[in-house]
């Protein structure tokens, strides 16, 4: 028995490294070739520098760039916020049978293709005197992964039993709702905030074709330069990840530290401990 349990932790350590070499691997060759000079003859390049990225930060384009990527994916992560998390959070509780009609729809802008996407968008508002701007920030086609991170959070804390437990102990919805449901969906809120920070930041086709070219993003900028210098466009993709992974890990901090239940706790027991503190909390806040 113990020989087979070591023999599947092998094999799942062998499938881990696969994944990991074969994803690593582009983000490590991108990175060689950022601080390569010339290299053509070799597995190495012949020399490596940091001319592309001293050429790259006197270039103010690519800050402005970067500049009009974060305005773009802060204020299309707040439109979002703001829309999305009392919908969900309405549909979820009392409206059972949209609530499933939503969880097909929002798969739409995955089955879509983005080019026919804007083509509609287009097709729909160019007449409107809507600015492409504000059709942008309506993020129609990143809406779907902040609803099913809201949602699934919703459904993992049970929330309706959690909402009549408050009810029993005569505490209202809305005091229940924000005392203790937002709270516990935190952390799905920061993760599904991650994931469309991100996925705008990077948005390139929507981005060009619904603003324009004149509003240059980091993509449409590092698109301009790999035309250019493929070493520029390059270097133009590291300062991007970095750029992802701190902005990752702030607005992962910014969460606020959860609190966090003990790690040496069953499972059953864990769940009497957090319903425990929902009770007190639901209780105090009815007083």
Known sequence: MNHTKKNHRIF???????????YLTPLLMTAVYAFGDEWG???????????????????????????????????????????????????????PKLDRALQSISLLPYAIPGVILV????????????????????????SPIMYMGIR???????????????HMLGANTLTIIFKVVLPNLRVGIVLSSIMVFSGIFGEYVL???????????LRIYMLRRMNENGHLAS???????????????????????????????????????NNEHLTSVIKESSL
Not at 119 to 142: E, N
Not at 152 to 166: R, V
Not at 244 to 267: A, C, E, T, V, W
Request: charged residues 15%; hydrophobic residues 50%; glycine residues 6%.
């Open 41 to 95: 003859k070799s597995i190495l390049p012949n020399n490596f520098t940091v001319q592309w990225f001293i050429e790259l930060f006197k270039d103010k384009a690519f800050f402005q760039s970067i500049g009009r990527s974060l305005l773009l994916s802060v204020t299309v992560l707040s439109i979002i916020l703001i829309v999305m998390i009392p919908s969900v959070v309405i549909i979820y509780l009392n409206y």
């Open 119 to 142: 083509t509609a968008l287009l097709k729909t508002y160019s007449k409107t005197g809507i600015s492409m701007f504000v059709v942008l920030c309506g993020a129609l086609f990143i």
């Open 152 to 166: 699934n959070s919703l459904q993992a804390i049970n929330t309706k039993q959690l909402i009549e437990a408050g």
């Open 235 to 273: 270097a133009v993709m590291v300062c991007y990840f970095i750029l992802i992974f701190l902005m990752g890990i702030i607005m992962y901090k910014l969460s606020n530290k959860q609190k966090h239940s003990p790690k040496k706790i069953g499972s059953k027991k864990k769940k009497i401990a």
């Open 207 to 217: 981005t060009n074709l619904l603003i324009g070219g004149r509003f240059e993003t």
């Open 12 to 22: 799942s350590y062998i499938i881990v490294g696969i994944l990991g070499i074969y």
